[in-house]
């Protein structure tokens, strides 16, 4: 049975958020993805956790896509890599139900299938 994304995810785009000074939060942006690895390096954290920051918090199985670029790539976040909300330069995507589609599936054929 063919499914379109938005039937089995949530999409959405990352926040434009001006980082300070804080010790809170890491913004992720496209030059804290380490290829090799295919996982980001979280940077310091610059962003204070507030009311806009917690609606865009990555949440364990969130795919982000990179949006702009020529260098496109997907990661599948987890909540070990510490608490990070994504750039504007990126798209997030949230599967709604696991048991219809596995977020690094997903990601690898969002990647792969381009």
């Not at 913004?27 to 390096?41: C, G, I, P, Q, T």
């Amino acid at each position: 049975m063919q499914k379109k994304i938005q039937d089995i995810a949530l999409i959405r785009l990352g926040a434009y958020i001006k980082e300070g000074i804080s010790e809170d939060i890491g913004y992720l942006h496209v030059n804290d993805y380490d290829k090799a690895e295919n996982r980001f390096v979280l940077p310091k954290p610059s962003l204070e956790l507030n009311d806009k920051t917690k609606k865009h918090l990555l949440l364990e199985g969130d795919i982000v896509l990179a949006a702009k670029g020529a260098s496109n790539f997907c990661v599948v976040y987890h909540e070990d890599m510490g608490r990070a909300v994504a750039s504007s330069s990126f798209l997030v995507i949230s599967v709604i139900d696991g048991n219809i589609v596995n977020p690094d599936y997903l990601s690898w054929v969002l990647y792969y299938a381009r």
